[in-house]
């Protein structure tokens, strides 16, 4: 297509270049080539997630003791072991496939937008419903959604590195033509596929779709892999590891024991055998990626989409959030306010929103603008140079495109200026410059009759230092601007550039020193979001920094910083004291102190982004922009904005806000806190009831007492009794204080100090307990089974009840179960139900080997019960004194 022209395009694909295919005709099409998509997201197997899970040193060991007791006869034990094996697979398989089947759909969520002209009207688009022949805009930001063929550019360049390897922006034209084959980095007269647009726009016709696009030729069919583990899955397996080696040294013990006291050798040894499958923390690693994923739905649901995995985890230690201040902590909902023009005349606009509604004021008088020549320049020109739309839609207004300029759109319809007028009064635009975040001005090039115009608008910092006022004037004006900022107010100046005389097809970035003719300034009002400040308040009481990062004026950073409490104890600086600043040894601690970073270039975010994590912080940082991709992805959670954001910035984040608010970055950040409290509750749980078991058991043995329980009830306790309430602590909401305290170290995982002593201690309570309790009944006259059933039972209750006292970092977790996890209320429930059944249904009174205990009996053990769990509540009570921030 490169070496036709573009008419000859147009109609070997039967396309119109202003209104595009009709809708009918691209649904037709779409039937024809199929969707516009790469055939890769296959996702991975269920088969390769069994083996996965197969291939496990918990199953090797599980086949192994399943194999021994069978050979000495154990039927009933060798089949319980092979169901414990069922359950260590199907649990681990399930859930992974299940995290892997909702990643996936949530990855659906996540799609590339085309803007597209159907039958005249343009629309925005899920990309993969482009077909060939679709007229599409492509512009700064845009991913390009399939292969095309320009058919208008302005200064329009792409990055093409992921298809041609070449780094550095390519430029595009759509006038260039070919007689001869060109190489792939050298048809700039077409866009491909899975590249993107840095600067300018185009309009271009779709050429080539999905498969049939570069991209997908060379892409073929790709199968995703099984992701890595995420740190804290590893952190898991780590643990798991611990534990089987416990389970094994634990066996040993109880073997070399029943060996010195002479216990009777067949029973000890499966007894041995037993313990040791018993602590095997057979579905500790699933739940990890069960809670995890079950995380980034609740999050999705929040209005945040995270990417991957090991995101959920990393925002859960998040220490520092560092976020852009337009439209994510305030409203985006700009309004011109007021006006000052180099003549000193100063004018108040009436009027909130995008609502056209309210008069200019001059000196409290409505002013007429066929009496003011130089106010109507002034917003003529603001007009003219801006591409934002004002959309009615039944009662309310809209802008599409960029807020400020929609402001501006706003202003020019209170005047009755606007674009379509003054193009209808031959004001053709020929070129533009696009606004540039590093840049901070835009121009857009108008031929009027005979002549050309070039208007400017930018920050007025920039456009004064290149404006062709007298010193006098130039003054005046930074007042003026000094004064809006103050207020809090964005300001903008607009103008025109002196003496222009380029075409308008390619407008130079060149330096504009004394061209700049300023007409004046504006300052824009923004509020800031109503929930801003609260949300500020919960990170600073959770111990999380916040940074401002803003191309904005420092003045107005800084009121608007004041607005939303947040707390400077610097002031404010901006980009270029920060760029003086770089590479000395008190850069780092200069970053750390400041919390509001002003007329910021995107390289200053990456410097900033560099220095806090040097020094240790866990980064969020947000960006919109195809400058702000680097400082997202170097970051430890790039933030990308939903709706504000450019697909380029999208695709370097690891989480995307569907509504751009700050707060549901401080939203994200608590879920994930909760879900890595949640993990640490499941595993000291699991931990402490396999302590249990095992310490009752070697102290039985060592003190020449029988055994306490039989092998059969130590695997219907694991395998039963405490799987249940076990999963549904991955249920469990949010504690009160979960953002009072702050973020975890990096340094410190799931296993530290005040963690594994509380583990260890209440692991020996409730293990000790159980050891008296068997001791009490083996006085009673009663048979030995009895005395077994009854410690059993024991035991199955003090775990239950154990299960309040996981619950709640700092108090006793029974008032608000019922409010607060339903699911641990059922799953407490029905083991509690299982027990019962154990005890009394004649066929598992055999099987498991129990016999009916009395009302007497219960009422020991329940009594006991309570007492040893009110032993455990003092002691973590004890232990958070004694450790009181891990
Ligand atoms: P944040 O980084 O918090 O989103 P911001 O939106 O104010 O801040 P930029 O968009 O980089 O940052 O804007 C920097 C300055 O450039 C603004 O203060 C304004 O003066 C000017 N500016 C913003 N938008 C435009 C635009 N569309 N055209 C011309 N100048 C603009």
């Known amino acids: ?152 550019s302005m200064n329009f360049a792409c990055i093409e590195s992921a298809l041609t390897g070449e780094s550095d922006a390519v430029e595009k ?28 726009n185009a309009h271009a016709v779709v050429t080539s779709t999905g498969m049939s696009t570069e991209v997908g030729k060379i892409t073929g069919m790709l199968e995703s892999g099984i992701k890595e583990r995420t740190p804290l899955g590893k952190e898991m397996n780590k643990l798991s590891k611990i534990l089987i080696l416990v389970a094994l040294l634990a066996g040993i013990a109880v073997l070399t024991a029943g060996f010195v006291t002479n216990h009777p050798i067949e029973a000890i040894l499966h007894t041995a055998l037993i313990l040791a499958v018993a602590a095997i923390p057979e579905a500790m690693p699933a739940v990890s990626t069960m809670t995890l994923s079950r995380g980034m739905r609740t999050m999705a649901e929040h209005k945040a989409l995270v990417k991957h995995l090991p995101a959920v985890e990393t925002l859960g230690s998040t220490n520092v959030i560092c976020t852009d201040k337009t439209g994510t902590l305030t409203e985006n909902q700009m309004t011109v306010g007021r006006i000052v023009l180099t003549n000193d005349r100063s004018y108040t606009v009436e009027g909130n929103g995008y609502q056209p509604v309210g008069n200019i004021l001059a000196d409290e008088r ?243 982004v560099d220095a806090l994590r040097k020094e240790g912080s866990v980064v969020a940082m947000t960006g919109d922009g195809v400058n702000d991709a680097p400082a997202l992805k170097s970051a430890d959670i790039g933030v990308a904005m939903g709706i504000r954001g450019t697909e380029v910035a999208k695709e370097a984040s690891d989480m995307i806000l569907t509504d751009d608010r700050f707060y549901t970055i401080v939203d994200a950040v608590r879920e994930g806190r909760v879900i890595f409290s949640n993990i640490k509750k499941y595993v000291s749980f699991l931990f402490s009831c396999n302590m249990v078991e095992i310490i009752t058991i070697f102290l039985s043995v060592s003190f020449l007492k029988p055994l306490p329980i039989l092998p059969l009830h ?46 260890l201690f209440s692991g020996a309570v409730l293990g000790l307990s159980s050891f008296l309790i068997f001791n009490f009944f083996l006085t009673q006259n009663t048979s030995l089974l009895y005395v077994q059933t009854a410690t059993f039972t024991f035991m199955v209750l003090a775990q239950l009840l154990h299960v309040l006292n996981i619950r709640k970092e700092n108090g006793f977790g029974l008032t608000t179960l019922i409010r607060e996890n339903k699911v641990l209320v059922g799953a407490v429930s029905l083991s509690l139900l299982l027990q019962i059944m154990v005890i009394y249904v004649p066929f598992m009174q055999q099987t498991i080997g129990t016999t009916p205990l009395t009302a007497d009996t219960w009422a020991v053990i329940l009594l006991a019960a309570f007492a040893t769990t009110g032993v455990v509540y003092a002691i973590k009570k004890v232990m958070r004194r004694i450790y009181p921030s891990e």
Not at 17 to 43: C, D, H, I, P, W
Not at 731 to 740: C, H, R, T
């Open 1 to 152: 297509m490169y070496k036709k022209t573009i008419e000859d395009v147009l109609t070997e694909l039967n396309t119109d270049r202003v209104f595009g295919l009709s809708e009918e005709t691209a649904q037709k099409r779409q039937q024809e080539y199929g969707k516009n998509e790469l055939k890769k997201a296959r996702g991975v197997s269920a088969w390769r997630i069994l083996l996965h899970n197969i291939n496990n040193i918990i199953v090797y060991i599980l086949i192994v003791a399943a194999v021994l007791s069978f050979s000495m006869g154990e039927i009933i034990e060798g089949i319980a072991v092979l169901i414990a094996l069922m359950i260590a697979v199907l649990t681990s398989f399930f859930t992974e496939y299940k995290a892997q089947k909702s990643i996936e759909s949530l990855q659906r969520m996540i799609f590339t937008h085309a803007k597209v002209v159907r039958g005249g009207v343009w629309q925005e688009i899920n990309a993969s419903k482009l077909v060939p022949g679709d007229l599409i805009f492509i512009e700064e930001g845009d991913s390009v959604p399939a292969d095309a063929r320009l058919i208008r």
């Open 173 to 200: 034209d759509a006038l260039a033509l070919f007689s001869e084959d060109t190489g792939l980095g050298d048809r700039i007269n077409m866009v491909f596929a899975g590249t993107s647009a840095t600067r300018g």
């Open 366 to 608: 409505a002013v007429d603008l066929s009496d003011d020549d130089r106010l109507w320049d002034i917003i003529a020109a603001a007009v003219l140079c801006s591409n934002a739309v004002l959309k009615k839609d039944e009662l309310e207004y809209s802008v599409i495109g960029d807020p400020t300029e929609g402001a501006l759109v706003v202003l020019g319809a209170k005047a009755g200026i606007s674009r379509e007028s003054l193009h209808a009064g031959g004001w053709v635009r020929i070129g533009e410059m696009p606004f540039d975040s590093a840049r901070k001005y835009m121009i857009t090039v108008y031929e009027h009759g005979e002549t050309v115009h070039a208007f400017i608008k930018g920050a007025p910092d920039v456009l004064l230092a290149m404006s062709l006022q007298s010193r006098e004037e130039k003054e005046r004006l930074q007042d003026a601007n000094d004064h809006l900022t103050e207020k809090g107010l964005r300001v903008l100046g607009v103008g025109k550039l002196n003496g222009y005389s380029g075409d308008g097809s390619r407008v130079s970035i060149v330096s504009y020193l004394d061209r700049v003719d300023l007409f004046g300034i504006v300052g824009i009002t923004d509020p800031p979001r109503n929930d801003v400040r609260e949300a500020i308040g919960i990170c600073q009481q959770a111990g999380i920094q916040v940074k401002m990062i803003t191309g904005d004026d420092p003045k107005t950073a800084s009121i608007i910083a004041r607005e939303i409490g947040l707390r400077e104890a610097k002031a404010a600086i901006t980009g270029k004291e920060l760029d003086l600043a770089a590479g000395t040894p008190e850069f780092g601690d200069l970053v750390k102190k400041t919390a509001v970073f002003a007329r910021v270039s995107p390289e200053n975010k990456m410097q900033i």
């Open 714 to 759: 130590i695997l219907f306790l694991n395998l039963v009794i405490d799987i249940a309430p076990a999963m549904a602590l991955a249920y469990e909401p949010a504690e009160a204080n979960i953002m009072k305290a702050p973020p975890r170290s990096t340094h410190s995982g799931l296993i530290n100090k005040r963690f594994l002593g509380r583990i």
